[in-house]
């Protein structure tokens, strides 16, 4: 079993949809749980940092974390095109400043 | 602000020959720094990283070396390149600073073929 699973898609989805984006993981140790996006032929850039369980909103981003289910959960509120890109979730198991295990990532489609 | 700083930007290179890829931060001290390579289809996967000036940590046994010369310069580099080298190069910074969280930042990224 890898350490993070992540569905590559791709997932395509019409504008002004919800997204639902999900990474499950192994070891219940994990602590602190990271979203990014990238856009093609870009670096990674932060979009959501979490610790522990609960929730987590900015803007039309909602991050999720169920640590009793190893599962965490990126959510995109009335999507746009804009949104279109590869999302990785990672997580860690102490602070961020340590290496980080990164899942596959999710292409996502928002068409106009 | 923090910057994190990569080049080339783009390198074709033929087997064989070698490589420096040069990655820069600006604007904290001290920062833990990463390279990762990213195959298509394949995710990110980490290389080194370096918590200090001479200080590195090798994750995949593999023809490529680093090194970090000063406080916020991390290089990587090869002797002689494969075919299987090719791919999306990043580097990475993390560490206490105004206004970020205590993970990873990356750079922009140097695309590397190999032919």
């Known amino acids: 079993q890898k350490e993070v699973e992540q569905d590559p898609g791709p997932l395509s989805v019409p504008e002004g949809a919800i997204v639902s984006l999900n990474c499950t993981y192994s070891n219940s140790a994990f602590q602190y749980f990271m979203w990014y996006r990238q856009y093609s032929r870009k670096g990674p850039e932060l979009l959501m940092y979490t610790y522990s369980s609960g929730n987590k909103e900015d803007g039309r981003f909602t991050a999720q974390v169920d640590k009793s289910s190893k599962y965490i959960s990126l959510f995109i509120r009335d999507s746009q095109p804009s949104d279109s890109a590869t999302y990785l979730c990672?997580?860690?198991?102490?602070?961020?400043?340590?290496?980080?295990?990164f899942g596959k990532g999710t292409r996502l489609s928002v068409i106009a | 602000s923090q910057t994190i700083h990569q080049w080339p930007a783009t390198l074709v290179q033929p087997v064989g020959s070698p490589l420096s890829l040069e990655c820069t931060v600006e604007?904290?001290?001290?920062?833990?720094l990463y390279w990762y390579r990213q195959a298509a289809g394949r995710g990110l996967q980490l290389l080194f990283y370096s918590v200090g000036i001479g200080q590195i940590s090798s994750e995949v046994p593999q023809n490529l070396s680093a090194s970090r010369p000063q406080d916020r310069q991390f290089i990587l580099s090869s002797k002689k390149l494969l075919l299987s080298d090719s791919g999306f190069y990043l580097c990475?910074?993390?560490?206490?600073?105004?206004?970020?969280?205590?993970?990873?930042?990356f750079g922009p990224g140097t695309r590397l073929l190999v032919l």
């Open positions: 990475a910074w993390s560490g206490l600073a105004q206004g970020y969280q205590e993970t990873q930042y």
């Open positions: 990672a997580m860690s198991f102490n602070s961020g400043n340590t290496p980080l295990v």
């Open positions: 604007g904290t001290s001290n920062p833990n």
